[in-house]
């Protein structure tokens, strides 16, 4: 579909932080997780509390390839999860390798890291996601929340929704009604997860807690 590899073409221009949805205009709250590539397994206690709210909670899972293919017996935990009605999982593309190299900037970082083409980041994802039996929504979460105006451009080609946050919790940030609640449930992120889960003790999530789909 594209000439020469998109982030390519992007590195050369002004990166952006947050692009797409990252608020809704309805009441209530989106819980949304991000599964970037992790060694460390899959934070299920932090399910578990989210299963306690009630039967069919939602979340969206922004799951990459490569944690996919490393945590197999997480993936089938959270399938099973979904199939007995203990939470309604929609799965947001996070691309597949989720390139990230610490310290180097913004600019040549992330999907802008040369050398890696949006298309295919995309596609692999949502061909393992079928392949491993479930189907693929029509939202992508950029890598660390980054991207430029022409990696934008190719997701919006291609119909999918760009995701957004405006509730990055380990950042603490303040919550309001229609907020995209982002966690890492990952392995690498427990302070935020300890934060979710005392804002969800004193109440201070914006209620009820709504389909990702519902957002836009």
């Not at 660390?144 to 940030?173: E, T």
Request: positive net charge; proline residues 8%.
């Amino acid at each position: 579909m594209f000439s020469e590899p998109v982030a390519n073409r992007a590195a050369t221009q002004s990166t952006a932080f947050n692009a797409g949805l990252s608020h809704s205009m309805r009441d209530g709250s989106f819980i949304t997780g991000d599964l970037c590539p992790s060694r460390k397994p899959l934070d299920r206690d932090l399910l578990e509390v989210l299963k306690t709210i009630g039967p069919r909670t939602p979340v969206a899972l922004a799951i990459s390839g490569l944690w996919l293919t490393r945590h197999g017996a997480d993936f089938q935990w959270l399938r099973e999860q979904a199939r007995s009605g203990a939470l309604e999982i929609t799965w947001v593309n996070h691309s597949y390798h989720h390139p990230y190299v610490p310290g180097r900037p913004l600019a040549n970082n992330f999907l802008l890291t040369p050398g890696f083409d949006v298309q295919s980041e995309i596609l692999d994802t949502e061909r393992l996601l079928i392949a491993n039996g479930e189907t693929p929504s029509i939202f992508f979460r950029f890598p660390g929340l980054v991207s430029a105006a022409a990696l934008v451009q190719a997701i919006r080609r291609v119909h999918l929704i760009v995701l957004g946050a405006d509730g990055w919790l380990v950042f603490a940030p303040p919550l309001r009604p229609g907020a995209i609640l982002l966690i890492h449930p990952n392995g690498n992120e427990h302070p935020g997860l300890r934060l979710f889960v005392r804002l969800l003790d004193k109440g201070r999530l914006p209620r009820r807690f709504r389909r990702i789909n519902d957002a836009p």
